[in-house]
């Protein structure tokens, strides 16, 4: 069963930073587009930052210049190295591909910014 697994969430203090981490099981992966994603409580899910095969970035305007994706295909990973973090970023964070599969959406990992 192909999953994705997503890590590295927690508690931050505001202008801190994390790095979010998204494994997937096996190399099949290398041939999607990939995003991060994220859903805040009360709110639909949003896409955050995209990356495309060959390793070209996009960002949703609130977190530009502030979350940074990145792949490595020898690894299997996707990450997001999160900065300046703000209380309105707090929420859970998925990896999928871009546009999203159904059937990949794992249980997310958790950030809260709050002081």
């Known amino acids: 069963q192909v999953q994705l697994v997503e890590s590295g969430g927690g508690l931050v203090q505001p202008g801190g930073s994390l790095r979010l981490s998204c494994a997937a099981s096996t190399s099949s992966f290398r041939i999607y587009n990939m995003g991060w994603y994220r859903q805040a409580p009360g709110k639909q899910r949003e896409l955050v930052a995209t990356i495309t095969i060959g390793g070209v970035a996009n960002y949703v305007d609130s977190v530009k210049g502030r979350f940074t994706i990145s792949r490595d295909s020898a690894k299997n990973t996707v990450d997001l190295q999160m900065n300046t973090l703000k209380p309105e970023d707090t929420a859970v964070y998925y990896c999928?591909?871009?546009?999203?599969?159904?059937?990949?959406w794992g249980q997310g990992t958790q950030v809260t910014v709050s002081s």
């Open positions: 999928n591909t871009n546009p999203p599969e159904s059937r990949y």
